[in-house]
Every structure is written in C-alpha cells, then in structure tokens.
C-alpha cells in the first residue's frame, strides 16, 4: 500500500495534465466511452476486488462531491461505500495520533533495557522475577511488569522455556574437568593396523597417549584407565567428566575405574563426532602433521614416534585457542627491545629426523 498510494496519485495528476489541452466535447465523448466500458465489465464481474490503497485513494478523491453527484458517476460501489472508506480512513488518522500523544509512564531508558537483555542472555535459568530482584540489589528502580514487557518485546522466552543447557555450554562451564578420550588407529608397512589410545584434557589441550597394541583387550583397556587415573593423581589435576565414544572397546571395568574415583561417565551420541570434537580434531591433526608423513615400521616405531609428537604438542606447538601457548608453556613475554628485534637469533632444532621443526631464541 505504501507503494501504490503514490502511484496513483502521480498517475491521475498526469492524467490531469493530459486532460487540459482537450476540448470539452472531446472530453465529453471519453466519458461516455469509459462508461460504457465500465457497464460492459460491471455486466461480467459480480463484485470487483478493491486494494486497500485503492480504496483510500477514492475516499480521499470523491469525498468532497455531494452524494447527489456521487450517485450520478458510474462507480463499481455505492456512495455509501466511498463516504464509510473516508471515515474509516480519517479515524485511523486519529487513532494514529492519538495514540502517539497518549499519555502514561515513560519506557524504560535504553541502558536498563540492555542491562535486562543482557542478565537474560546470561542467565537462562532467570525469569522476570528474579531479573526484577537483581536490578534491585544493584539499586535500580524498575517494576517486574516493566521488565516481563521488555522481555516479551525482544522474543525472549520465559525462563522454563530456555533454561535448557545446551553441549557447547556444558563444555565450556565444565572445561577444566572434563577429559576425552578415543582410539585411532595407525597402520604399519606391513598392514598391520595399531589401535592407539589418547585422552585431551579440554581446559589446557594437554595430549595423553596411553598406548598402543594391535589387540585392544578388555584387560589391555582397563589397564590403560588405571595408569591414567594414576597419572591424573600425580598431576593433582581434578576431574569430574570423561567423554568417550560408544566403541565395545570400552567396558564395564573401564568405566568403574573411573567411576570409583568419582569421575562421571559421559557417553557421546551414536555418529555424532562433534560432542567429543576436541579429541577428533587433535586426531586430524595427529594424522596430518605426523603419521600421513611417516612410514610406521611396527609397534615400537609407533610408541616413539607419538612419544616425540606428544612433547612436541605440550610444549611447543602454538594453539589458538590458548593464544599461542603450548598446553604445558604459557605465552612468551613480547619482544619490546628494538635491538633484539634487529638482531634475531632464532635456532630450529628438528624432530624425528627433521618432520617436526621447533624454534627457539638463541640461549
């Protein structure tokens, strides 16, 4: 409508303009040509649509003629019809305008708006209610009501609608005591496949590679879970969760070695890798960076070989999401001294023959 208002009305002003050059016989002869073409179509349609911006361009063009005259034009409508689409049209004028002048309390200012949205966002688990109290304790004024208004103008859900944590969120409130494990495997010159076990730490990335045997038994695998638990108690590293796929490898026994240091089992989904993602990617790059470029000759050549690339991931490799540290060397100080940036002395020291490159600043 907003479009087509200002079509017609552009439209009959040039009609109008074309209108004047004309003599009052020829303007006579097409209005009564145009009715009679509007009595042929009248004849063929019972009752014609009418848009909304047409009827307000009507109303707004006919409603000074008397209805004596109205009566006299040939219109596909009454002139009731006209005279009630004017004062439909003039009332929402008014309740337009009266509605913007309408009196009451002022909205909330914009910052208490953003305040409320943002206690919302950060608290899923907190109705109006409790958003209400926490505004108060911080000394500002609001009504509940007020605050139930602002969350329902911005879509947000009622706190037992939304109060559902998700995985990612999970994740990351529960990071520094969660592990993840997997088994990958690592396929030998001679085609045999190795069955390597590692477990991630998800809050500092540290990399655990447990083992590797070409016949993952029951006993070979509960085995392992000790020596971790072990290795977690020397560490004085605290855990409460270890993520792990629904792989047969995993037995009963495995899970009780942990569930007797009270760690929680947390099983993934069946092929849903993305809820143990931290482990998969560090396999990817375990594949990409190490044993896509190396020709394993057999299980001890396995063992050293991972033994080296897991020192070189917890102490040198940069990760992003640690802002360039290594998950067991924190970020270096930044070089500020303009002569030692001048003079960059920077040695390589290679591993396993030269497929892993570690830099270091000269000693």
Known sequence: ?????????VSSVFAFIRLLPMSDVDKDIEILTLRHQLAVLQRQTDRPRVTTADRAFL?????????????????????????????????RRHADASRRKRPGRPSARRSIQALVLRLARENSGWGYRRIHGELAALGIKIAPSTVWEILKQHGIQ?????????????????????????????TTLNGT????????????????????????????????????????????????????DRDGKYTRAFDAVFEAEGIEIVTTGIRIPRMNSLMERWVQTCRHELLDRTLIWNLPHVLHTLAEFEVFYNQHRPHRTLHSAAPLRPVPEPITEPERLDRLDVHRRDRLGGLLHQYTHAA
């Open 1 to 9: 409508m907003l479009l087509r208002l200002p079509y017609l009305a």
């Open 59 to 91: 109303a707004a063009l006919l409603h000074r003629l008397p209805r004596p005259k109205l009566r006299q034009l040939h219109l596909i409508v009454s002139p009731d019809t006209i005279l009630r689409w004017h004062r439909d049209l003039m009332h």
């Open 158 to 186: 009622p706190a037992p609608e939304r109060d559902r944590q998700t995985w990612a969120a999970f994740l990351r409130s529960q990071a520094h005591a969660i592990l993840a494990c997997d088994f990958f495997t690592a």
């Open 193 to 244: 496949s190795v069955y390597v076990f590692a477990v991630i730490e998800h809050a500092s990335r540290r990399i655990r590679i447990l083992g590797a045997t070409a016949h993952p038994t029951a006993d070979w695998v509960t085995q392992t879970a000790r020596n971790l638990v072990m290795d977690l108690q020397d560490a004085g590293a605290t855990v409460t969760h270890l993520i792990r």
